[in-house]
């Protein structure tokens, strides 16, 4: 029975709801993973900071062209009707409400929307790049995660203890337990993995769950 | 109207001590690496221009390119928002030793005060970093119920940036996502130094095309088969 979704479950279980013809900003990284799992017959337009729209896969090894890549600083290639831009226009869509879904990790989201994943505080390089500009703009705002911790804390709490990305800002979370949406500055749960009854997935999460409407069953197959 | 120069020595000929440049790229793509690698050159024969405030996406990537420029020492301050990479060490060592000064600001700013800067507006309100530490300090409004932060222009003395076409009268165009940060710093140099893969005639470039108008650039010169910041990282270069 499984007991957590692996990040490619949880990328999976995102990539879902991406509707047809949405324009989509997946974070460096893990969010990367939601592209292999857009659901067949679906267009989805992908966006990058660096300036481009409709970037497709990864080039064959020895056909990079480092003139083409991504917010990750990866090599890319271009579907049919992708455009190049300049970083103030990239930016305009983020900022500017034209993007449908951002799609970002993090260390932690509070309640109210609040979204922590840029620092992890003193002592470290503090490095932000697009992150704080994604969060505001994009319709929806999802965080893709582990529900909780390495060492087994809520990633999902009251409030957040490390530097703010963003405040506010969530729409909706996909741990490795459960689907939450945020609504009106409270946790609303949607889907829990069918081994989990709410009490054990409350245990482990750091502010209350708040059940207003149907929990679905989370259910992922092996990818 | 010629704005040609016939060698990067010459074009780069007045970047001066305590000068803030704006360099074109989003890590190698669009990084000039000829123009940096000629400065580095003059700063270690002469010991200048050093001092300098660079402004760039990020900070430098192994030992090349504005890695490179932070090895030599010449670089006082980084204006950036990701001065992470796969390499970091040259910035991170000096940051940590408290080195080199950090103004860290995230990318959608940076590219719109920098437009800002190029456009003669001096300052805007952007909801990026309302309620976060990178917001500190900076006067916050409410516009139509929801609360912005207000961000200066930025401008630099210098911008030194990458083109593929350039015609003699400076308007430029660029190849793929290598666009980046380079229109906008263009236009917010007192002075903006390009090196071109190609320069044509004036009529070389369809009017439609082109990206950078050449009213933004005073200096060009041909570097007819630039170096990718990604190809000498893999190769191995060293400082």
Redesign the interface.
């Known amino acids: 029975m499984t007991t957590k979704l692996s990040n490619a479950q949880i990328a999976w279980r995102a990539a879902q709801d991406i509707p047809d013809g949405a324009y989509v900003n997946l974070g460096i990284g893990f969010p990367e993973m939601v592209a292999k799992f857009k659901p067949e017959g679906r267009e989805v337009i992908y966006h990058t900071e660096n300036g481009v729209l409709d970037f497709g896969e990864a080039p064959p090894a020895g056909e990079e062209d480092w003139d083409l890549i991504n917010a990750g600083k990866k090599p890319v290639t271009l579907n049919p009707g992708a455009s190049f831009f300049h970083h103030a226009d990239s930016f305009a869509m983020v900022r500017g409400g034209h993007l449908d879904v951002a799609i970002l990790g993090a260390y932690e989201v509070a309640e109210n929307g609040d979204l922590a994943n840029w620092s992890t505080g003193p002592g470290s390089v503090p490095a932000v790049g697009g992150a704080m500009d994604l969060v505001h703009g994009a319709k929806r705002v999802c965080v893709i995660t582990d529900h909780v911790t390495k060492k087994g804390e809520p990633k999902l709490v009251k409030k957040c203890s490390l530097p703010l990305t963003g405040v506010g800002c969530v729409t909706t979370v996909y741990t490795s337990l459960a689907v939450i949406d945020i609504v009106n500055s409270r946790f609303v749960l949607r889907e829990k993995l069918p081994s989990m009854s709410i009490e054990e997935l409350q245990a482990v999460t750091g502010a209350e769950l708040v059940i207003d409407g149907p929990v679905g069953d989370l259910i992922v197959p092996e990818v | 109207m010629n704005k040609v120069y016939p060698g990067i020595e010459d074009a780069l000929a007045d970047i001066q001590d305590g000068m803030s440049v704006m360099i074109g790229g ?5 990084a000039p690496i000829e123009l940096i690698h000629t400065l580095i050159d003059r700063y270690r024969k002469t010991g200048s221009p050093g001092n300098l405030t660079v402004i760039n ?1 990020n900070a430098g990537n192994g030992a090349v390119g504005i890695a490179a420029m932070i090895y030599a020492g010449m670089v006082k301050k980084m204006v950036c ?6 390499d ?1 060490k040259a ?2 060592d000096k ?2 030793a408290g080195e080199i000064e ?1 103004e ?1 600001v ?7 005060r ?2 800002a800067g190029g456009a003669g507006i001096p300052a805007f309100y ?9 917001a500190e300090g900076k006067p916050v409004a409410e516009f139509d119920g929801r ?1 912005y932060v207000q961000e200066r222009w930025l401008k630099a003395d210098v911008a030194i940036i990458k083109a593929e076409l350039a015609d003699t009268k400076g308007n430029l165009t ?11 710093m263009a236009m917010a140099a007192k002075l903006t130094i390009v090196q071109a893969r190609k320069i044509v005639p004036a009529g070389g470039i369809d009017p439609e095309h082109v ?1 950078t108008p050449g009213i933004f650039v005073d200096r060009i010169v041909e570097v007819s088969d630039p170096k ?4 000498l990282l893999r190769e191995g270069v060293q400082a």
Do not use: C, D, H, W
């Open positions: 989003f890590g190698g793509s669009g996406n928002s990701f001065p992470r990479s796969s970091p910035f991170t940051y940590l950090l860290l995230p990318q959608g700013t940076l590219a719109e920098i437009r952007t909801p990026t970093s309302y309620g976060t530490l990178v609360m660029y190849n793929k996502a290598a666009r980046n940060f380079s229109p906008l990206i990718q910041e990604e190809v």
